[in-house]
């Protein structure tokens, strides 16, 4: 099955243009009356039968509308970008592939990249959706310094994963009844002293994903995969 995001859709047609369209068309030589699935991004599956193409735009003809399937929790990590993108955009990917809502890169102290691509970002995002048959796709916010981020969110359990000994394990923090979770993940050298006392400052707890030190990109799916874990 061959999934396709469609970022024109509504109860009787959608419409594939763009790089949806050229994959459809040109890559996967999709014709008319083939049948189609595709999704808003918001949840929504579409069947349908390609109506008619033209050279820059392919219409379909929606049969079936369905509720995609949606893990039973809401994650947003906050991840300081990699110093080498590719282990960056390998986290985007396998996130999105375990389960995960909301992404913000996070620009620390010790980061050594302070930007990211965010087309590219958000291209890998859409092809981990589509690849691994999801019909949410998760939000990319713009990079943000940490001091600016720790002003913003109040209503989930705010977790920052920072290894200490006296620190309980992620799994011990997650709720089945209050599903919505935050967490943050520091580059490669941590969180400096200044953030963490920050953290503590906006009533952050302090977790640790295992015994062992972990890459940046690895934390993050370390993250999301205790998370998934514990609700499935």
């Not at 590719?86 to 986290?91: N, T």
């Amino acid at each position: 099955m061959n999934l396709f995001i469609a970022d024109e859709v509504g109860l009787k047609e959608a419409i594939l243009t763009d790089e949806e369209f050229n994959h459809c068309v040109k890559v996967l030589r999709y014709q008319t009356g083939d049948l189609i699935h595709l999704t808003d991004g918001k949840g929504k599956l579409f069947n349908g039968r390609i109506k008619s193409i033209s050279k820059k735009e392919c219409v379909i003809q929606v049969e079936s509308i369905e509720e995609g399937i949606k893990h039973p929790y809401s994650l947003h990590i906050a991840i300081a970008p990699t110093k080498n993108i590719s282990r960056f955009e390998w986290f985007l990917e396998k996130a999105v592939e375990i389960g995960i809502d909301e992404v913000t890169p996070l620009i620390c102290e010790h980061s050594e990249r302070k930007h990211i691509q965010a087309e590219r970002a958000n291209k890998i995002i859409r092809s981990a959706v589509k690849q691994s048959l999801k019909t949410h796709l998760p939000i990319l916010h713009p990079h943000i310094k940490i001091a600016d981020f720790l002003k913003q969110h109040n209503e989930c359990t705010k977790i920052a994963a920072h290894y200490d000994a006296q620190n309980e394990h992620l799994g011990k923090f997650i709720y089945l009844n209050n599903a919505k979770y935050l967490i943050a993940i520091g580059p490669e050298g941590d969180f400096s002293e200044n953030e963490l006392e920050a953290f503590k400052a906006g009533k952050w707890q302090f977790a640790n994903l295992g015994n062992y030190r972990l890459r940046t990109e690895t934390a993050g799916i370390a993250a999301a995969q205790i998370v998934s874990s514990h609700h499935w």
